[in-house]
């Protein structure tokens, strides 16, 4: 195991194991969406007290989801290629932002649509909406100072020390409705305990988080390789995989 991913910290061999699971993720992430969309849109009966506006849950907390997972693997990515200089894990923090921002942004837009109804407003200065919005910005930072900097060494340096500091966020975001009084609802999925959700509804709901994450990763690795070959664009084994095509 150790051997595998020692292994997978080398640039050339991270590319090729990257091309071959990227069609695979692809087509499993397609079958998942397809799959929990369904579920959620046609089989999943009605909230009892929300109707069919509840629905955007699919989308909405799979979203959510991904983007504090999202930061957490991006931040130690970062820690890693910073303590130990990995390109990979460098590559991999670099690649996730852009990711991780657009899902942070996606919950954003999904749970205001869903707060219209529910609230009666788009947005309210809750803490788990403002939490969710501090993480947004902390995206957008990262990717601003990574663009920023020209030499990547420096800038994957930099974003991973933004990334580590951003981490003190993850909990407050996580814990929010808990340790204030908030508008958001608790948690349904993820509390100790039996999920407060019907199974007809929370079994799309998790179909829907895996294929989200399958997504993730594959753009992760597509992006990953990108960044990989612009890192080493001076080596031999580079110049060999353009010349393949």
């Keep these: 195991m150790w051997t595998f991913f020692h292994k997978l910290g080398s640039p050339p061999y991270f590319y090729r194991i990257a091309g071959r699971l990227i069609p695979w993720l692809g087509w499993v992430c397609a079958g998942l969406l397809v799959a929990g969309l369904y579920g959620g849109l046609v089989l999943a009966p009605p909230d009892y007290q929300q109707g069919d506006s509840y629905r955007i849950i699919f989308i909405h907390v799979p979203s959510a989801w991904m983007s504090l997972f999202i930061y957490v693997l991006m931040a130690v990515s970062g ?3 910073l303590i130990w200089r990995i390109k990979v894990a460098e590559a991999i923090a670099a690649a996730s932002a852009p990711v991780g921002a ?6 954003l837009i999904t749970g205001s649509l869903w707060g219209k109804p ?5 947005w309210v200065w809750d803490a788990r909406l403002t939490s969710e919005l501090i993480l ?5 930072g990262v990717i601003g100072l990574h ?9 994957s340096r930099a974003t991973a020390v933004l990334s580590l500091v951003g981490l003190v966020n993850i909990p407050i975001i996580h814990f929010s409705v808990e340790w204030w009084n908030t508008l958001h609802q608790g948690a349904t999925v993820t509390k100790i305990g039996a999920p407060s959700i019907d199974l007809s509804m929370l079994l799309p709901l998790l179909i829907m988080a895996l294929g989200f994450k399958l997504y993730y990763f594959m753009v992760l690795l597509m992006r990953s390789r990108v960044e990989v070959l612009e890192r080493e664009r001076g080596s031999v084994w580079v110049r060999e995989v353009v010349q393949t095509g």
Excluded at 147 to 155: F, H, L, N, P, V
Aim: glycine share 8%; net charge neutral.
């Design 147 to 155: 663009s920023a900097i020209e030499d990547r060494r420096t800038a």
């Design 136 to 140: 947004l910005f902390l995206y957008l």
């Design 79 to 81: 820690a890693v290629g």
């Design 102 to 107: 657009w899902f942070t942004f996606l919950a």
């Design 118 to 122: 529910m609230w009666g407003t788009y």
